[in-house]
């Protein structure tokens, strides 16, 4: 923002890049938390898949660890970490709450 520039309702007027990094570095530690809960939910899958073949489980065994395993799982990867980031995005960005002129700045621009 610079002094003097018009600014409307909800406009962001800062950004607080350490909440920025902050939101990322936990949307990546979710992200990877739910693959690694994938990659044991498909490790259970192939063991009932095994199992079947050998001829020690039924189908109905197999569907259920399929179900149980891998529908959650795949249903909250995405959706779930786009709102945390959103959620932790939004907390870190302050909007203006009405029109106006930037009279002054009291922070700081980051620096690249």
């Known amino acids: 923002m610079e002094v003097g520039q018009t600014v409307d309702i ?3 007027l800062a950004t607080s890049m350490r909440s920025t990094e902050a939101a990322g570095r936990a949307g990546v530690a979710e992200f990877t938390a739910a693959t ?20 020690w489980t039924t189908d109905a065994q197999l569907d259920t660890a399929r179900a ?3 529908k959650p799982v795949r249903a909250s990867i995405a959706p779930n970490a ?31």
Do not use: F
């Open 68 to 70: 149980a395993a891998m």
């Open 36 to 55: 690694g809960v994938l990659a044991q939910a498909a490790a259970a899958e192939q063991r009932a898949k095994d199992l079947k073949v050998k001829g």
């Open 10 to 12: 909800g406009q962001p």
């Open 82 to 112: 786009r709102r945390s980031d959103q959620n932790s995005l939004s907390y870190a960005t302050l909007p203006a709450d009405a029109r106006g002129v930037v009279t002054a700045t009291l922070i700081e621009p980051a620096r690249s």
